[in-house]
């Protein structure tokens, strides 16, 4: 069965200061798809990423990085110098297999950016 | 391209009446999905749909049924609400492959549900 463990319920830091959501998923596919959303106080539901099950490379856009281990099932997202505006619950979610196309949604992670 | 649209954004229903929420895509995804979400919570699979005409049950299908009578259009109706169906509804639809990304989910704004 697949599953995803987020174990942080809320992260609380202040501005400026780096911050990483953990984010372990199970799964018996060789072949599968993680993802980041941020779901803002508005309440909207924001793609961030996907990452590939064959591709480990660690990706950055502006602010934002992820860094992908297969050795221990995790994809990890990190925020450099957070901003009030990163304030948000963040999902990770996984799918998998040519036949799944169902996301599997890890809890939630709240953050909350302190000015 | 206004990417997936939701109708209403808000409903308060009495126990035991019926709704329908519309989900519209104009991305021209095949597949499309209806996702709850309760505090606390992330979300949860409903009913989902490969392509026009078809649908299949997610994970909390009781109480829900749907129809995709045309590929642009998703709907989840409410038979007798209850006010365990107090939640938050997702619509979000994706791709089916070749240079199309049949993976990533997009969603629409979300629609209240209050059953009182």
């Known amino acids: 069965a697949q599953k995803v463990t987020q174990a942080q319920t809320e992260i609380s830091v202040v501005e400026k200061e780096d911050v990483t959501l953990d984010c372990v998923y199970e799964?018996?596919?060789?072949?599968?798809?993680l993802f980041w959303y941020k779901q803002p106080p508005s309440g909207e539901l924001v793609f961030l990423i996907r990452?590939?099950?064959?591709d480990e490379q660690n990706e950055i856009s502006g602010r934002y990085s992820w860094n992908f281990q297969k050795s221990t099932s995790s994809f990890n997202f990190t925020i450099t110098a957070s901003q009030v505006v990163d304030s948000a619950v963040y999902f990770c979610?996984?799918?998998?297999?040519?036949?799944?196309?169902?996301?599997?949604w890890g809890a939630g992670t709240k953050l909350i950016i302190k000015p | 391209n206004a990417g997936v649209t939701q109708t209403p954004k808000f409903r308060v229903l009495k126990t035991g009446q019926s709704m329908t929420l519309l989900c519209a895509q104009d991305m021209n995804h095949e597949y499309m999905y209806w996702y709850r979400q309760d505090p606390g919570m992330g979300l949860r699979l409903i009913h989902y749909s490969v392509g026009e005409g078809t649908t299949a049950k997610g994970e909390v299908p009781d109480g829900y049924n749907v129809s995709r009578l045309k590929k642009q259009n998703f709907l989840l109706g409410l038979e007798s609400a209850a006010p365990s169906q107090t939640s938050v509804y997702f619509c979000?639809?994706?791709?089916?492959?070749?240079?199309?990304?049949?993976?990533?989910?997009?969603f629409g704004p979300g629609t209240r549900l209050l059953v009182l």
């Open positions: 979000a639809s994706s791709g089916t492959g070749g240079r199309v990304d049949r993976w990533t989910q997009y």
């Open positions: 799964t018996r596919d060789t072949t599968y798809y």
């Open positions: 990452r590939n099950s064959f």
């Open positions: 979610a996984l799918t998998g297999g040519d036949s799944n196309y169902q996301l599997i």
